[in-house]
């Protein structure tokens, strides 16, 4: 059974910085691309930020150039430093295959992007 565990995230100010992890197991980590996916209430999840089983990277328009997505086949980890974080941030943040492959989703991680 697939289970992710995702970290990392807090209360920060506008223009703080934050790294979240999520941590896997139960998949064929090496074999997907992965990706970090953020929520508010009432809105869907979307994807941030991706990575895929070569290394390539996919970033929404709004966090480039300030979020870097990176994964560890070893350790079976995806991570996400996210810089110059704005209101707009506050969300839950989840790990998942990209595209998602499965329906079980983490607890995900509360960002928090106060003032």
């Known amino acids: 059974q697939v289970q992710f565990v995702e970290s990392g995230g807090g209360l920060v100010q506008p223009g703080g910085s934050l790294r979240l992890s999520c941590a896997t197991s139960g998949s064929n980590f090496s074999a997907y691309a992965w990706g970090w996916y953020r929520q508010v209430p009432g809105k869907e999840r979307d994807i941030v930020a991706a990575?895929?089983?070569?290394?390539?990277?996919h970033y929404q328009d709004s966090v480039k150039g300030r979020f870097a997505i990176s994964r560890d086949n070893a350790k079976n980890t995806i991570d996400l430093q996210m810089s110059s974080l704005t209101h707009e941030e506050t969300a839950v943040y989840y790990c998942?295959?990209?595209?998602?492959?499965?329906?079980?989703w983490g607890q995900g991680t509360q960002v928090t992007v106060y003032s």
């Open positions: 990575i895929t089983r070569g290394g390539r990277f």
């Open positions: 998942n295959t990209w595209p998602v492959a499965y329906d079980s």
